[in-house]
Structure formats: C-alpha cells, structure tokens
C-alpha cells in the first residue's frame, strides 16, 4: 500500500484497554501505514546516508501483559536490527507523530557517539532549527524544544549519554495529533523526508564512530 497518512483511528488505538485488544487493531490499522512508510523511507535514507538502509516494524514481542503506549518504524544499516545502532524512527503516540534521529539505551557505542558529538557540538546547535526536540527516553512522549537547550542543556544531554547507562539522545519533530491527521501521505512524506535531511548531521557523526 502506499501511506495515505495517519487518521484519528490511529491515534485512538492506544485508548484500547487491554493487551491484546489494542495490539489487534494496532496490527490491523497502524501496521500496514508504518510499513508503507518503511517502504519509502528505506530506499530514501539509503540514498541520503550512503548506506544501504533496512527499515523495522516495531512487534512488540515481549509484552505479555502491558500494552504499548506508542509504536514506530525504525531505520538503520543493520538488516538484523537498529537498537544498538544510531537509527532513525517514525511512530505515534496517542497525542502525536514523532521523527527522530536516535540512539537508546541499548547502544554499545554510545560513548563514542557522546564524544564525536561533543566535538561537534556548536556547529549541530546551530543546524538544528529551533521548534525541533531533543529527549532523552524514547519510551517517554515529552521532550524539550532546541530552542531551550542553548543554554548548556544540550552538553549536559551528551553527558549524560557518555555516562549513564540507561541513558539516550534523540532529536527530531513532534506532529500533534489535531495537526497530523490534516496532513495528506503526500504532505507527511515531504514533511519527514525534510526532517531526515535536517538530521544528517547527527548520523553523520555515527560515521565517525565507526570509522575509529
């Protein structure tokens, strides 16, 4: 299918009680548009990054009990997985769409991104405009705008990555719900392929990391 972009029904999944309620709709509803996504994205970041690009549906696997709170399509080099590399990601939670560039807790270069990214960190402060977010869980829907994080918070997030374990750093867009059910597939597309040209920057730097 090609991605025709997210309606209400999408976003109300996550008010289903229970497990496997939600996950049914989840899969029925939300699936095919991530994957639809993945899709296009995969092809488009291959030709972005340099690199051969291999997208992943969340599954959600390991829950037997809880149901999840968001869900995404990842993107990364890696045809196996993405968690431990520095990836992109787009999903929803029930109040908004995110685009992001990350790298979670499960990462095992996390200290030498901190450290490449800490080189370059006036000029990524002064590339990244300022209605984007940075957060430091991706599990957490808040996050605090660029425009807040001038004042020595951004060097205070890279720190944290280099030194706690569970720690992470993601950068991208929030879409609230009201104004990402407005947005035509045309429309979303256009909108997260200029996020993911914004965020080169920072997968350039997990070039770096690698190349060490």
Not at 1 to 12: Q, R, V
Request: proline share 4%; with cysteine; net charge neutral.
């Amino acid at each position: 299918m090609s991605f025709t972009g997210f309606k209400e029904s999408d976003f109300k999944v996550f008010a289903i009680e229970g497990l496997e309620a939600r996950m049914e709709k989840l899969i029925e509803r939300v699936r095919p548009k991530l994957e639809a996504l993945g899709s296009h994205f995969a092809a488009e970041l291959s030709s972005l990054t340099g690199e051969e690009m291999f997208f992943h549906v969340a599954k959600h696997a390991r829950r037997t009990v809880n149901p999840p709170n968001d869900t995404w399509v990842a993107f990364s080099s890696s045809k196996r997985g993405y968690k431990k590399l520095p990836h992109f990601q787009i999903g929803l939670f029930e109040t908004h769409v995110f685009i992001w560039f990350a790298v979670i807790y499960e990462s095992p270069v996390k200290k030498e991104y901190a450290a490449s990214l800490k080189k370059e960190l006036n000029t990524i402060t002064a590339s990244i405009p300022d209605d984007f977010v940075w957060s430091q869980d991706h599990m957490k829907p808040d996050a605090v705008q660029h425009r807040d994080m001038k004042n020595g918070n951004l060097s205070g997030f890279v720190r944290t990555l280099a030194e706690v374990k569970k720690a992470e750093l993601l950068c991208g867009i929030h879409i609230p719900r009201d104004e990402a059910v407005q947005l035509h597939g045309k429309d979303f597309i256009e909108k997260a392929d200029s996020v993911f040209r914004t965020l080169m920057p920072l997968y350039e730097l997990k070039k770096q990391v690698y190349s060490e």
